[in-house]
Structures are given as C-alpha cells and as structure tokens.
C-alpha cells in the first residue's frame, strides 16, 4: 500500500495515495474543497436526492 501525502489546494489540504499513474484522493476532502457547506448540510441535500439507497443492498 502506498504511503498517504498531503497537498495544499486553494488553503486545504487534499490527502491522497497510490502512485502518480493512478492517484487515489480521500474523497472527504475534496467535498470539503467543493462544497465547504457540507458539514452543516444533510447529505441528502448535497445530492439532489429526496431518497437514498445503494442497488444490490
């Protein structure tokens, strides 16, 4: 597994790992960057959605 490094995007840092053909970011903080609401906003409401299930659950 590769290691976690952190870069700074306009002031937040942006966690990711993997290698620099495949990146994988934390997901967290690019809704913070992109949404800087969406820690006093329910889910639902980000998405757009009046319900929420995952198919195959």
Do not use: H, N
């Not at 290691?3 to 290698?19: A, K, P």
């Not at 913070?32 to 980000?46: G, N, R």
Request: aromatic share 8%.
């Amino acid at each position: 597994m590769s290691d976690l490094s952190v870069f700074v995007f306009e002031s937040q840092e942006v966690r990711f790992v993997g290698t620099p053909e495949k990146l994988e970011w934390v997901a967290a903080d690019i809704v913070a960057i992109l949404y800087p609401q969406a820690d006093s906003l329910p889910l639902l409401q980000l998405s757009g959605q009046s319900s929420c299930c995952m198919e195959g659950s």
